[in-house]
């Protein structure tokens, strides 16, 4: 992988760590599924009507946007309305590192070198001492959503690479949010009803509209459109464990803009992470004679 990208992917997690904060503004005005639809709606209107529908079949358009975006964000948002906070939420979510390298192995026919499984099951155990540090009580409902949004994610990126293979990476994205506004629109009014709408968008702050705002162009639009470009140039292996690195800057912002306390935990366990996906990203010389991989991509 050139430093470029792994540069732009750490960026890309510094501004998916802080949109975890940000979510937690905007539940404060917004029920969590009217949050995810306005969210991919203001994603797709004006884009599609800007950018060339993609020539994928529209089938393989509706199950990436049903998973990415739809499934995923409603289970996470209901999750973290239900108590989830930020930080606990950003944690519990890169569970689909483990649901996307499964999936590429067992679909996408792709064999990780031995330092990408180290490197995973290495920053898993740092997750895992963050998760048991927290101080926070979980609901077991929110807890068991925010796992169905990293499967729904996890999922999502394997049929990104699948099924929007040779695909414009930003039309993807414009035209698969587009998919999950009416799902998500009709479940937010059968579930949360019409006078939750009013009220909601009647009574939201300007802070409110400024974390949709944070939310749409530099978490979705940008964040997603970086992230299916990596994930169709590099080996799932290979990408898919830089999220891990969320949390780690979740736990930051949370201490620099709420005044959380950073324990000696959360800090070795930030140190474990960050070793665990360096060590996915070193290119070990010797990992050949332990498992065989495919040529690398361009």
């Not at 904060?21 to 599924?33: E, G, H, N, Q, R």
């Not at 800007?50 to 946007?65: C, E, F, K, S």
């Not at 698969?176 to 949360?192: F, I, R």
């Amino acid at each position: 992988m050139l430093l470029r990208d792994r540069l732009l992917l750490v960026g890309l997690t510094a501004v998916w760590g802080l949109n975890f904060s940000v979510i937690k503004i905007a539940l404060v005005d917004l029920p969590p599924l009217l949050l995810a639809a306005l969210r991919f709606l203001f994603v797709a209107v004006p884009a599609v009507l800007l950018l060339p529908m993609p020539t994928a079949p529209v089938r393989h358009i509706a199950a990436y946007g049903l998973t990415m975006f739809a499934m995923q964000f409603a289970f996470l948002f209901a999750g973290m309305s239900l108590g989830v906070g930020a930080g606990v939420a950003s944690l519990l979510l890169q569970f689909q590192v483990f649901v996307t390298i499964a999936l590429a192995l067992g679909f996408g026919r792709e064999r990780p070198l031995l330092t990408q499984i180290l490197g995973t099951l290495i920053a898993a155990g740092g997750l895992a001492a963050l998760v048991a540090g927290a101080p926070q009580d979980v609901s077991g409902l929110g807890l068991l959503l925010v796992l169905l949004a990293a499967v729904a994610w996890g999922v999502g990126n394997t049929l990104s690479r699948r099924l929007l293979a040779g695909q414009a990476v930003l039309p993807s994205v414009a035209w698969g949010s587009l998919v999950s506004v009416l799902p998500l629109a009709a479940a937010s009014l059968w579930l949360e009803g019409w006078p939750a709408w009013k009220a909601a968008l009647a009574g939201s702050q300007p802070s409110t509209w400024a974390a949709l705002a944070y939310v749409v162009y530099p978490t979705t639009l940008a964040g997603f459109s970086l992230w299916a470009y990596q994930l169709r140039r590099y080996p799932a292996a290979a990408v898919a464990p830089f999220t891990m690195m969320v949390p780690v800057f979740g736990l930051l912002f949370a201490v620099l803009t709420v005044g959380e306390p950073l324990t000696s935990v959360k800090v070795t366990a930030a140190v474990v992470v960050l070793f665990g996906v360096g060590l996915c990203q070193w290119d070990q010389k010797l990992s050949h004679l332990f498992i065989t991989t495919g040529p690398p991509r361009a």
